[in-house]
């Protein structure tokens, strides 16, 4: 099945810094999803992203399906920020496979 | 709009006991809904899909028996976790995506937080 791997897995910033994270895959996908976990279990869709680029207010996520990688860029970060971050893919209307998180800190 | 929404939150139980969950779309209908589990810090796994009218398809390891899955409309699915134990206890988690949809983008509930005592 498809591989899919974050990097880092764990992140401590200092309020207002920017990041970056980093989702590789194994294998030819038409899903690509980014969700923030917040602390309460909730999945929050940030971006539907199997190519291209997109930009949320902070946030923005660039996806290079031909080289199987996905980025997710926070600028500014806030405490609000903090949580884990999951990369997920899939192909057409099938499952989505989860990587392991990468867990965001901010500190202020 | 693309809600789905789960009942209950939270539940305690006593172990033998059996314990339903619902996953609903509240805006959207849905022929294929999913079920996933998340252990405390780990990520999430693929339980089963659940079928409109038709039978799940569990992941390997998954017990059919176990864990019973009904998906008898286009916006709600149970998952019934039957004879508790308390390895089962976790945080189980269904998504959907929007029948009518163009994109393949799949929405998640909030999540059950099953204890088994």
Not at chain 2, 31 to 42: A, C, D, E, G, L
Not at chain 2, 88 to 103: M, V
Request: aromatic share 10%; proline share 4%; net charge positive.
């Amino acid at each position: 099945g498809i591989q899919v791997e974050q990097s880092p897995p764990d992140l401590i910033l200092q309020e207002g810094a920017n990041s970056t994270l980093r989702c590789n895959f194994s294998d030819s996908v038409n899903n690509l999803q980014w969700f923030h976990q917040n602390p309460w279990g909730q999945l929050i869709n940030l971006f539907y992203i199997p190519s291209g680029t997109k930009q949320n207010g902070r946030l923005s996520a660039t996806t290079v399906a031909t080289e199987r990688y996905s980025l997710l860029y926070i600028s500014s970060s806030q405490t609000t920020d903090s949580g884990v971050y999951f990369c997920a893919v899939g192909r057409s209307q099938g499952n989505l496979i989860f990587g392991k998180g990468t867990k965001l800190s901010v500190k202020p | 709009g693309a809600v789905v929404s789960q009942h209950p939150s939270w539940v305690i139980c006593k172990s033998g006991t059996s314990v339903k969950i619902e996953c609903r779309s509240l805006d959207f209908q849905a022929t294929t809904m999913f079920w996933y589990r998340q252990f405390p810090k780990q990520s999430l796994m693929l339980m089963a899909t659940s079928n409109e009218g038709s039978k799940a398809t569990y992941e390997q390891g998954v017990e059919k028996d176990k864990f019973l899955i009904n998906h008898a409309s286009l916006t709600l699915s149970t998952l019934t976790v039957t004879s508790a134990h308390p390895e089962d206890s976790s945080f189980y988690i269904c998504s959907a995506r929007d029948l009518a949809a163009k994109l393949n983008e799949q929405f998640f509930g909030p999540g059950t937080r099953l204890t088994v005592l």
